[in-house]
């Protein structure tokens, strides 16, 4: 047998093997029947497909709150839900006391106005410009977000209204300061929420954070930080 028989054999081989079904997963989560067409129905949107296959967002904001929560856990985001604003600060400072912060950037928002200054730990603020290897030089990078997505864990930020391209991806831990309303189903939800904040003015950048940055190209072994922030931490009143 030569080479091109052999990886025809392995291909056929390959083929005898049923593929999970979408949405699967290959572990039987979220495993739901295609939608079938009905006779006199108006046929499904692809977003409406889309939603058949993916894992729920939640109906209800109770819902919603739960699976942000087990999304999180899943893509070992820190996830803190806290009673209200001096929760928020009283949290924030407690996890720069136990990390040893000597230095943070952020930029000018509601919440990060509300909650950063009272850290006492001098800051660099990206909303007037800033120098890369100041913010690499930075503990800890400090954001909102326009919207968060309970369906898959996710953070929208953006370069106009979360302080640029690299405050968010640059330090080694980046913390996001968040309100419940935030909070969405899906990334439908999510875009139609950005559109009402943005309108047809959006921004150059938006970019769906999805946990700390993370690579499994090396032998399937999970390697967190390898292209941005090893931590991510949300915390969320």
Same mark, same amino acid.
């Given at each position: 047998m030569n080479g091109r028989e052999r990886i025809l054999a392995r291909i056929r081989e390959a083929l005898r093997?049923?593929?999970?079904?979408?949405?699967?997963?290959?572990?039987?989560?979220?495993?739901?029947?295609?939608?079938?067409?009905?006779?006199?129905?108006?046929?499904?949107? &692809?977003?409406?497909?889309?939603?058949?296959?993916?894992?729920? @967002? +939640?109906?209800? $904001? /109770?819902?919603?709150?739960?699976?942000? =929560?087990?999304?999180?856990?899943d893509l070992k985001t820190d996830f803190h839900l806290l009673a209200d604003e001096a929760a928020a600060r009283a949290k924030l400072s407690g996890i720069a006391s136990a990390e040893g912060w000597k230095q943070i950037a952020t930029h000018r928002a509601a919440l990060t106005?509300?909650?950063? &200054?009272?850290?006492?730990?001098?800051?660099?603020?990206?909303? @007037? +410009?800033?120098? $890369? /290897?100041?913010?690499?030089?930075?503990? =800890?990078?400090?954001?909102t977000c326009d919207v968060l997505v309970a369906q898959t864990g996710t953070l929208v930020v953006n370069s106009r209204t979360t302080g640029g391209r690299a405050l968010s991806v640059l330090p080694p831990h980046h913390v996001v300061l968040a309100r419940r309303d935030q909070l969405v189903g899906d990334l439908t939800d999510a875009f139609q929420r950005i559109r009402e904040l943005h309108g047809e003015g959006w921004p150059s950048m938006i970019s769906l954070v999805t946990g700390p940055s993370r690579t499994g190209d090396i032998e399937r072994i999970l390697v967190l930080g390898a292209h941005g922030p090893k931590k991510l931490t949300v915390l969320m009143w």
């Open positions: 093997v049923p593929a999970p079904r979408p949405g699967s997963h290959g572990h039987g989560h979220h495993d739901v029947p295609a939608p079938s067409p009905q006779a006199g129905r108006i046929p499904l949107r &692809p977003v409406q497909q889309a939603r058949a296959w993916l894992p729920p @967002g +939640g109906d209800t $904001p /109770e819902e919603q709150l739960g699976r942000f =929560a087990a999304a999180s856990a106005d509300a909650v950063v &200054p009272s850290l006492g730990i001098p800051s660099r603020n990206t909303d @007037g +410009g800033y120098d $890369p /290897e100041d913010l690499e030089r930075c503990d =800890a990078g400090i954001t």
